[in-house]
Nanobody, 125 residues
Framework: QVQLVESGGGLVQAGGSLRLSCAVSGSTFSNYAMGWFRQAPGKERKFVATINRSGSGTYYTDLVKGRFIISRDNTKNTAYLQMNSLKPEDTAAYYC??????????????????WGQGTQVTVSS
C-alpha cells in the first residue's frame, strides 16, 4: 500500500521560506509523477505544482511560479516543495499526491491516485 507523509510545514513571516517534504513508501517511487496541492479554510483544494517521474519536467500554477520549486530525489523516495517569498495568501494545508498517470501536465485532483495527510503552512503578515 502506497503511503505519503508530508512534513516541513509551520508558521513563517511574509517573505520567508519553507521546504516541504513528502516521503513515499510501499511502492517504487520512480513509477509515480508527484504533485503538490493546497487547501485554504473553506476553499477547494487547488493545484500548486507537479513533477514528472524522472524529475526532468515541472509545471506550476501561475500563483506560485517563480517563487516555489518542486523537486524529487528518487534515491530517497521523497518529493520536495521549496517555497520562497511566501505571502499570507499562501496560507493553507499543503498536500502531496502521487499518480501513475502518464501525461505532460497532471494538475487535476482526480488524476492522482494517492494522497498524504497534509501539512499546515501559515504565513503571517
Amino acid at each position: 500500500q502506497v503511503q505519503l507523509v508530508e512534513s516541513g510545514g509551520g508558521l513563517v513571516q511574509a517573505g520567508g521560506s519553507l521546504r516541504l517534504s513528502c516521503a513515499v513508501s510501499g511502492s517504487t517511487f520512480s513509477n509515480y509523477a508527484m504533485g503538490w496541492f493546497r487547501q485554504a479554510p473553506g476553499k477547494e483544494r487547488k493545484f500548486v505544482a507537479t513533477i514528472n517521474r524522472s524529475g526532468s519536467g515541472t509545471y506550476y500554477t501561475d500563483l506560485v511560479k517563480g517563487r516555489f520549486i518542486i523537486s524529487r530525489d528518487n534515491t530517497k523516495n521523497t518529493a520536495y516543495l521549496q517555497m520562497n517569498s511566501l505571502k499570507p495568501e499562501d496560507t493553507a494545508a499543503y498536500y502531496c499526491a502521487a499518480t501513475y498517470y502518464i501525461g505532460s501536465i497532471i494538475s487535476g485532483l482526480s488524476e492522482y491516485n494517492y494522497w498524504g495527510q497534509g501539512t499546515q503552512v501559515t504565513v503571517s503578515s
